[in-house]
């Protein structure tokens, strides 16, 4: 996402999708660690897509459904060992950014 200042929205102005965008992110989510994230089973597109939903209810102030929590959880942990295996630093890998 851009570095843009991110909306101020309080939970009774939210745009009306958002909560069913984070219901289906979770279920989703649910899905994806069901398979075993990183095993290949998991098509790319379904994990951007949750990491986009992360990042979107993250800029509108959201909690993260408990799956999709956990998910970006393992991503992160992935992208850091990803990032040690490759020789890279903490700052070089991005880890401090949701994704």
């Known amino acids: 996402m851009t570095d843009a ?3 101020q929205v309080s939970p009774v102005e ?4 958002i909560a069913e965008m984070a219901r289906l ?20 597109a379904h ?3 949750l990491v986009d939903a992360a ?10 459904p408990p799956s999709l929590e956990r998910m970006i959880r393992e ?3 992935a992208m850091g060992t990803a ?5 890279l630093g ?7 950014r949701l994704a």
């Open 47 to 49: 994990i951007r897509a």
């Open 55 to 64: 990042m979107l209810l993250e800029d509108y102030g959201q909690e993260m």
């Open 83 to 87: 990032a040690q295996i490759n020789g």
């Open 14 to 17: 939210q745009p009306s999708g």
């Open 90 to 96: 903490e700052d070089d890998d991005g880890s401090d």
């Open 75 to 77: 991503v992160r942990e």
């Open 25 to 44: 992110a979770d279920l989703l989510a649910e899905r994806v660690l069901a398979e075993g994230l990183g095993r290949g089973s998991t098509p790319i």
């Open 5 to 7: 200042a991110a909306p």
